[in-house]
């Protein structure tokens, strides 16, 4: 029989409640009772059922419980980083022009494809870190700084020894990122090569280790023709696909997403009404990125509310990565939601556990009901709506499991 423990001491509990798509709980002097690494029960303390009132105490100490963030949507290992190019960005040269000049993401491929998978562990890890500190329980990650098999490959290793060190992730296979300067002018043939020959490759020698295939249909980068020929062999492969769609144009991203039965459309900062009625039918996640449209200083941020309003579970995540958002603080993207997206606090912390959580197929994160894994974050705040309210301060939460 595993131990029984309770949280006690807490001034309150908030949570999602994972049997509504947008209904909070929130219980004001509550209890949280574990066994076995979940959730058994939740309630206020003086209605704790007699079979826990002798089990090991966890003090509370009068902190506020809330499930961990997931975040849907990083890009978390590769190479360098991209300051100097950001510091153009500050004197006026746009993200496209970087990229037209062999810049933006061919610039981390440069140095990504340098990197040994030692390293790329180690900058993996030191990430984690940072984002266990914040909060972030469990976060889904991307290859595609490699665009090349060998260091696709030594992305997709340096995630199986992550994952085998016993971070909690889900991998995402993205080889279809960007076109490589390679293939110039034949984005076809690479398309080809990735989806018969590479992706089939990478899932045969790290077995299991990719859940998710990804590509990035974009003007200018690849179309929803050739997006939907990397999804199919990505499905062939058992993998499930998630897309990066509508960043910077309308390209019917979404709705090529709902076709395919996408576990998110991400980005979707120019989401058709169409696309996002197709999501909100299929089940879709949109899966919003204020911090990036934050970082590429646009003012177009993602239409959260109408998409609320379509019947979408909108979720919330970071897109860390080293050109279009450098930021490994949970508690900006929460901000953004409310402050940009005009998300409401409760649907903010949803989307950034529940939905979440959702989109990459976790019904047991993200929320603290039971049978919820604990991973409980405590934070010392007289109220959670404060982790927003005091715009500029670094929380950082006891973390429970
Ligand atoms: O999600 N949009 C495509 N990929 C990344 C940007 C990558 C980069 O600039 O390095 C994103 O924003
Ligand atoms: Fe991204």
Same mark, same amino acid.
């Not at 206020?44 to 009132?53: I, K, V």
């Not at 043939?189 to 990735?194: M, Q």
């Given at each position: 029989? $595993? ?14 409640d ?8 929130r219980?004001e002097?509550a209890a ?5 690494g ?5 309630g206020? $303390? ?8 002798g ?11 809330t ?5 849907p &949507? ?6 360098g980083?991209r300051?100097?190019?950001f ?15 062999g810049?933006?993401?061919r $610039? ?12 790329l ?12 500190r914040?909060?972030v ?10 665009l $090349? ?17 016993g971070w ?5 296979l993205?080889p279809?990122?960007?076109l ?8 076809d ?6 989806a018969?020959?590479?992706?089939p490759?990478?899932?045969?020698r790290?077995?299991g280790?990719a859940?998710?295939v ?5 003007k ?6 050739q997006?939907r020929?990397i999804?199919e062999s990505?499905?062939a492969?058992g993998?499930?696909p998630?897309l990066?769609?509508d ?7 979404a709705?090529?997403?709902?076709e395919?039965?996408?576990a998110s ?12 009625k197709?999501m ?6 949109p ?6 449209t ?17 019947g979408?579970r909108?979720?919330l995540a970071s ?5 279009s ?21 409760e649907?903010?912390f949803?989307?950034m556990?529940? &939905? ?28 959670p ?17």
């Open positions: 029989m $595993e131990t029984k423990r309770v949280l006690r001491h807490l001034r309150g509990l908030f949570t999602p994972p049997n509504e798509p947008w209904r909070t709980d219980i002097g949280v009772a574990l066994q076995g979940r959730i058994a029960w939740i206020a $303390e003086r209605d704790l059922p007699s079979e826990w009132t089990a090991e105490v966890i003090d509370g100490q009068g902190r506020w419980a499930p961990g963030f997931v975040d &949507h990083t890009h978390l290992v590769f190479g980083d300051s100097q190019e510091n153009r960005r500050l004197h006026g040269v746009s993200y496209a022009q970087l990229a037209a000049e810049g933006g993401i $610039e981390t491929v440069r140095a990504t494809r340098q990197a040994t998978v030692e390293e562990v180690a900058v993996g890890e030191e990430r984690l870190q940072k984002l266990t914040k909060g329980v469990h976060l889904e990650a991307k290859t595609g700084y490699g $090349e098999l060998e260091a696709e490959s030594r992305l997709l290793e340096a995630y199986a020894i992550l994952k085998s060190q909690s992730l889900d991998v995402t993205m279809a990122h960007d490589p300067q390679e293939f110039a002018d034949h984005a043939e690479y398309i080809r090569l990735v018969d020959q590479w992706q490759e990478l899932v045969r790290f077995p280790v859940r998710f990804d590509v990035f249909v974009e200018g980068v690849f179309t929803v023709e997006g020929r999804i990505g499905k492969l993998l499930t998630r990066h769609a960043e910077f144009v309308h390209t019917g991203g709705e090529l997403a709902a395919v039965g996408a459309a991400d980005h979707l900062m120019f989401c058709s009404d169409e696309g996002m197709a909100a039918q299929a089940g879709v996640t899966i919003l990125l204020p911090g990036t934050l970082f590429l200083g646009m003012r177009d941020f993602a239409p959260a509310r109408r998409m609320i309003e379509a979408c909108v979720a897109d860390f990565n080293p050109g958002c450098a930021c490994l603080d949970p508690l900006l993207i929460l901000r953004l939601g409310c402050l940009q997206l005009r998300m409401t606090f649907e903010a949803t989307a556990t529940l &939905h979440a959580a959702r989109s990459l197929g976790h019904d047991d994160l993200g929320h603290l009901h039971p049978g919820a894994q604990a991973r409980i974050a405590l934070w010392d705040v007289n109220h709506l404060e982790l927003v309210y005091w715009m500029g301060e670094s929380y950082e939460p006891r973390m429970v499991k």
